[in-house]
């Protein structure tokens, strides 16, 4: 699983110009996924949503939004309203924002990487 992976996201973008190569088909990785994972996802309601917000780790650094865990904990019982209409909404237009799919991706150093001598 983890091979075909690597494969999908290395085949993604090239480092230099070159024509672009047919996406690997993932589709066998679906029927080795845990049944829990593979359920359909159900609507959820601001009770959920505040005992997830409220078991958020505050010692924990802030995300890309910059805004800080402890904050995100405190705020529960406001935020758990329009965060669980907000989740319902996606769930029923059955679409991923697109804002939603981008990740920020940060090196981390490794004394005496072998790659560092390429």
Known sequence: M?????D???????????????MPDLSHIINKLPEAI???????????????L???KPNKAAGCDLIPPRVVQLSA???CYPLS??????LDAAKIPQQWKLGEVTPVYKKDCPLDNL
């Open 38 to 52: 593979t359920r359909s996802l159900r609507k959820t309601n601001p009770t959920e949503v505040k005992e997830v």
């Open 85 to 90: 209409k907000l989740v319902n909404y996606v």
């Open 77 to 79: 019982d406001v935020l």
């Open 54 to 56: 409220n078991k958020v």
């Open 8 to 22: 999908f996201f290395t085949s993604a973008t090239c480092a230099e110009p070159c024509q672009a190569k047919p």
């Open 2 to 6: 983890a091979e075909s992976l690597n």
